[in-house]
């Protein structure tokens, strides 16, 4: 069996042939000098050639330790290439994320946990995709987010998950909508018998919503942003279901009413990566920290 490399015995002979000693060698090599002998020794020993004769003037190379050399120079070129070239893919990976996130998830839950990632790692630039929980989960597939989140029961398959945290969604009419002064839970029948104002097709609270119901929703309206959707909402276009976190403000001043359903609308929030792939420091802290949070 053909012998392995050793780079650093290379670094040394290649020293050797620029110093002419051993001893300057060693201290450019940052070793004693009987260690650089017995580094010799056992290079010469392993494949059973002389590369370096020592005499009182020196130590020169020899015909087969100047080829040696040579080959070794266009070794460690490349050794020192492909080092620069890992540590530079290292250091982008853990200089900077990219997070695909659905809206309730982005508006309200990761610009603190951004915040507590910065306070901890201030070199990183994370790049944030708003996007509905589908969309976030093919851009994780497709490499395009390094970490997704989501807010939806329905789970992408084919992605490594983990859960940070739970909303809930809540029904909101109008404060001169007949079911605003509802004190009993509205039955599924009374829920489907009306015209809604939604999320569109793909988001989680879409999702949720028409699981929950157990079929199709009529729609009066289908937003793609919370703001819309809350702003029709409170218009009178129709009830919507939205998350409970974006329309506390709403609820407080009395924009909207919440009205209690016999539906259950409880939904985990969930955090997806390729599985395959380890995930890219600044990720995996980004993670850390969303687990944390919902611990708290």
Same mark, same amino acid.
């Given at each position: ?72 120079? /266009? ?9 620069? #070239?890992?540590? &530079? +893919?290292? *250091?982008?990976?853990? @200089? $900077? =994320? ?115 119901? /157990? ?9 793609? #942003?919370?703001? &819309? +959707?809350? *702003?029709?909402?409170? @218009? $009178? =276009? ?59």
């Amino acid at each position: 069996m053909t012998p392995d490399l050793d780079l650093e015995t290379l670094r040394l002979l290649v020293a050797v042939s620029e110093t002419g000693s051993l001893s300057a060698a060693a201290t450019q090599r940052g070793i004693s000098q009987p260690a650089a002998s017995a580094r010799v020794r056992e290079f010469e020993s392993r494949w059973r050639l002389a590369v370096v004769h020592r005499s009182a003037r020196g130590s020169r190379m020899t015909t087969d330790g100047q080829a040696v050399v040579s080959w070794a120079r /266009g070794v460690l070129h490349a050794a020192d290439t492909m080092r620069a #070239s890992m540590g &530079a +893919l290292t *250091g982008r990976r853990s @200089a $900077g =994320v990219t997070v695909a996130a659905s809206l309730t998830v982005a508006e309200y839950l990761l610009p603190r946990w951004l915040g507590e990632l910065h306070q901890r790692r201030p070199e990183v630039q994370p790049v944030l995709k708003v996007v509905n929980s589908d969309t976030v989960a093919d851009a994780v597939r497709a490499g395009e987010a390094d970490i997704g989140f989501i807010e939806s029961a329905r789970l992408p398959a084919g992605l490594a998950r983990a859960g940070v945290g739970h909303d809930r969604l809540v029904v909101v009419v109008a404060p001169g909508h007949s079911w605003a002064r509802r004190r009993t839970p509205l039955t599924r029948a009374e829920l489907r018998g009306a015209r809604w104002v939604l999320r569109e097709s793909g988001s989680g609270t879409r999702s949720t919503f028409d699981a929950a119901l /157990g079929s199709d929703p009529e729609v009066a309206l289908e937003a793609t #942003s919370t703001a &819309a +959707l809350v *702003g029709a909402a409170a @218009a $009178g =276009v129709g009830p919507g279901v939205v998350s409970g976190m974006s329309v506390r403000a709403e609820l407080e001043l009395g924009r909207l009413v919440a009205v209690p359903t016999e539906l259950d609308l409880g939904r985990p929030l969930t955090c997806v990566w390729r599985g395959e792939e380890r995930l890219a420091e600044a990720a995996a802290e980004l993670l850390s920290i969303a687990i944390e949070a919902s611990r708290g």
